[in-house]
């Protein structure tokens, strides 16, 4: 038996002994969920959480002295499989995990991997992104949220407002851009580290037609910050901040449709244009809902493929670089394609939202976000053209 194979026994054995089985097939509590769970439910995620962590498999590939789990790419590869058998939804989740945690593994010094890492695994520190500003979305490098040192040399005082920040009311922690040097744009941003109970800081929870609040404002007036909390040296946080957005689109371009939660997924479409518009020999009777199908379902083929190949060729454990945007690109249309496909499939009984379910509709709709956060369509067109591609534009 191979090395591989026999890991995966193992970890299959492991799985069986470790996961309660009331967890099988139910999604991961979403941050913003409003009726807590019962409390046999939330004694079983604990227990899970804390198995996972003993064995560093919540950050199944970062080094064991940070309280990862020191698993090569292809071991990672196993586990996620063997959990998605078990329909097992991940222990943990968040921007620790997918943003800064692999950001500081690449810019941060030993002392911050050391104080930050290990409470990522732990799903102690829960943070949130603070790029975005009224004026500073696709022109990320234009924000102006100020950051000055002060006297003693050890703190900055910062001020200014973000925008669109995803669970800023749920976080302990955020990674945020700030101006260190105003006569310049890009050289002038550092990348720093900040406590969200830190006194000055002022969260204001977006509120949705929806009625939902997936983000907030964040205001910062006085905040005060310690200067070994700068990742990567200061004005040298665009640099960081391009490293955290690959990985932030690497996390967007990996996994294909189906794992948005309520999305029509696998032979989930065909079923439905058969009921549709019915059924002719064991086929979709209606060729041009054939065609579309066929075509999407290629495309989604062909892209899985394309990952696949890029997950073989791409370095173990090295950051992804600007080629991980057109697989942002990708994804992110190709997941539109999809639910606006089931949506049209479905007609007017398509429209039906459940308040208390993650629907097709609800998922035609966030879909609609995703080519908009982690940077917008058009700016990964552009990133290509200039990064990959090399075209001469300015
Ligand atoms: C669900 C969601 C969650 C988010 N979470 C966070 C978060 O946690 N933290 C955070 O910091 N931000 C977050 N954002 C913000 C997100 O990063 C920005 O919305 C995004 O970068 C676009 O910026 P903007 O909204 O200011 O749009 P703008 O920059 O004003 O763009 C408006 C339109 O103009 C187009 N455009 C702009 N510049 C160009 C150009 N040069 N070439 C071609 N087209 C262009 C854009 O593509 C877009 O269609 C989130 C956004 C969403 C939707």
Same mark, same amino acid.
């Given at each position: 038996?191979?090395?591989?194979?026999s890991?995966?026994?193992?970890?299959?054995?492991?799985?069986?002994? &470790?996961?309660?089985?009331s967890?099988?097939?139910?999604?991961?509590?979403?941050?913003?969920r409003?009726?807590?769970? /019962?409390?046999?439910?939330?004694?079983?995620?604990?227990?899970?959480?804390?198995?996972?962590?003993?064995?560093?498999?919540?950050?199944?590939?970062?080094?064991?002295?940070?309280?990862?789990?020191? !698993?090569t790419?292809?071991?990672?590869k196993?586990?996620?499989?063997?959990?998605?058998?078990?329909?097992?939804?991940?222990?943990?989740?968040?921007m620790?995990?997918?943003m800064?945690g692999?950001?500081?593994?690449?810019?941060?010094?030993?002392?911050?991997?050391? $104080?930050?890492?290990?409470?990522?695994?732990?799903?102690?520190?829960?943070w949130?992104?603070?790029? &975005?500003?009224?004026?500073?979305? &696709?022109?990320?490098?234009?924000?102006?949220?100020?950051?000055?040192l002060?006297?003693?040399?050890?703190?900055?005082?910062?001020?200014?407002?973000?925008?669109?920040?995803?669970?800023?009311?749920?976080?302990?922690?955020?990674?945020?851009?700030?101006?260190?040097?105003e006569?310049?744009?890009?050289?002038?941003?550092t990348?720093?580290?900040?406590?969200?109970?830190?006194?000055?800081?002022?969260?204001?929870?977006?509120?949705?037609i929806?009625?939902?609040?997936?983000?907030?404002?964040?205001?910062?007036?006085?905040?005060?910050a310690?200067?070994k909390?700068?990742?990567?040296?200061?004005?040298?946080?665009?640099?960081?901040?391009?490293?955290?957005?690959?990985?932030?689109?690497?996390?967007?371009?990996?996994?294909g449709?189906?794992?948005?939660?309520?999305?029509?997924?696998?032979?989930?479409?065909?079923?439905?244009?058969?009921?549709?518009?019915?059924?002719r020999?064991?086929r979709?009777?209606?060729?041009?809902?054939?065609?579309?199908?066929?075509?999407?379902?290629?495309?989604?083929?062909?892209?899985?493929?394309?990952?696949?190949?890029? /997950?073989q060729?791409?370095?173990?454990?090295?950051?992804?670089?600007?080629?991980?945007?057109?697989?942002?690109?990708?994804?992110?249309?190709?997941?539109?394609?999809?639910?606006?496909? /089931?949506?049209?499939?479905?007609?007017?009984?398509?429209?039906?939202?459940? %308040?208390?379910?993650?629907?097709?509709?609800?998922?035609?709709?966030? /879909? $609609?976000?995703?080519t908009?956060?982690?940077?917008?369509? %058009?700016?990964?067109?552009?990133?290509?053209a $200039?990064?990959?591609?090399? !075209?001469?534009?300015?």
């Open positions: 038996m191979g090395e591989l194979e890991f995966r026994n193992e970890v299959r054995d492991w799985l069986k002994a &470790s996961v309660p089985e967890l099988y097939g139910r999604p991961l509590t979403m941050m913003a409003e009726e807590p769970e /019962a409390a046999d439910l939330q004694a079983d995620r604990k227990r899970y959480l804390e198995r996972m962590v003993e064995r560093g498999y919540t950050a199944p590939t970062w080094p064991k002295q940070y309280g990862g789990g020191g !698993l790419p292809p071991q990672a196993v586990l996620q499989e063997e959990l998605g058998r078990l329909r097992v939804p991940p222990a943990l989740m968040g620790g995990l997918t800064i692999p950001t500081l593994l690449v810019h941060g010094n030993d002392e911050q991997k050391e $104080k930050y890492l290990p409470k990522i695994v732990t799903g102690e520190h829960r949130c992104q603070g790029f &975005s500003e009224p004026n500073a979305g &696709s022109d990320l490098a234009s924000l102006r949220t100020s950051a000055k002060d006297d003693s040399g050890e703190r900055y005082v910062i001020n200014g407002q973000k925008i669109w920040t995803s669970g800023a009311q749920y976080s302990n922690w955020i990674f945020m851009l700030v101006r260190t040097d006569t310049t744009k890009h050289q002038g941003i990348f720093i580290l900040l406590p969200m109970d830190t006194p000055g800081i002022e969260v204001k929870p977006i509120r949705l929806s009625g939902n609040s997936p983000f907030c404002e964040v205001f910062f007036t006085d905040v005060v310690d200067v909390d700068v990742v990567g040296g200061v004005n040298q946080g665009w640099t960081v901040a391009k490293t955290l957005l690959n990985f932030e689109r690497s996390g967007m371009g990996g996994g449709p189906q794992r948005r939660p309520g999305a029509t997924t696998g032979g989930g479409l065909v079923a439905l244009a058969k009921e549709a518009v019915g059924e020999d064991g979709i009777a209606d060729t041009r809902t054939r065609d579309r199908l066929a075509s999407l379902q290629l495309d989604e083929l062909a892209y899985s493929l394309t990952l696949k190949r890029s /997950a060729t791409r370095k173990a454990g090295g950051a992804p670089g600007p080629e991980i945007s057109m697989f942002k690109l990708y994804q992110s249309e190709l997941g539109q394609r999809r639910d606006e496909l /089931a949506m049209a499939l479905r007609g007017t009984d398509g429209l039906a939202v459940d %308040e208390n379910e993650v629907g097709p509709a609800r998922a035609w709709l966030s /879909a $609609k976000a995703t908009i956060y982690g940077g917008s369509s %058009e700016i990964q067109r552009n990133i290509i $200039k990064r990959v591609l090399k !075209l001469p534009i300015n």
